[in-house]
């Protein structure tokens, strides 16, 4: 497979960083074609606006939804952008490797959704979910947490689950562009879980990625 990672930390002796190394590496060894699109290296930029744009249709009246169409069919988004959507076209699969901060994701990994994510690109009007642009995809999110397990059971102090944090990317935006997702690999509390327990979770990760192709997805259009 043709594989995408997006990666979202800006410390390079991360555990979000390890996890992403060993992808690269253990994907890499079992004959897959791998890409990472490094967010903070590449220091893309996370608001969207009129610079995503070489010309816009309207100038008196700025529209992002309908500018992003007309780039679409003339092929007139921004280089940065640009060279993202490839990525996102060449890939079969693509896995989003980040954190979570605050219910979300970091600010920058939103701003990549917003920009590359294109209406016209991996959607449209009336084609979206099972008529999305990137029907035929696979996606999946790597995340690490701050926080343990029990935070985020359902009688846990979040009252709410890590499935609850993670619906607006895996349906409201992977599922909605016409992506199959596969259930989350998540490395809980790695602040607190210690050496034994970070490299436990490489294991895990290791597996999860040997398995990737015969993962049944959680989200899957027919």
Known sequence: M??????????EKSFTSALKNLAVKVL??????????????QKFNAVAGRQDFEELSNPDYFNYMLEQKNAAGKNIFAEDVRVEQEKVKWADFV???????????????????DRVFATGVTWDFGAIY????????????????????????????????????????????LYFCGMDVLPPFVAWATFGVGDEGRKKYLEEYKQRLFDLENTEPILKHV
């Not at 901060?101 to 970091?106: G, K, L, R, V, Y």
């Open 28 to 41: 890499t060894e079992n004959g897959h074609e791998v890409k990472v699109s490094d967010l903070y290296a």
């Open 95 to 113: 896995i989003i490797q980040s954190p979570v901060w605050w219910f979300s994701t970091p600010a920058i990994l939103k701003g990549w959704f």
């Open 2 to 11: 043709k594989i995408l990672i997006v990666y979202v930390h800006d410390e």
């Open 130 to 173: 099972d008529k999305g642009l990137l029907r035929g995809k696979k996606g999946m999110l790597s995340i690490t947490t701050g926080g343990p397990h029990e935070l985020y059971k359902p009688n846990g102090a979040h009252q709410a689950t890590i499935e609850q944090v993670l619906y607006p990317i895996n349906r409201g935006t």
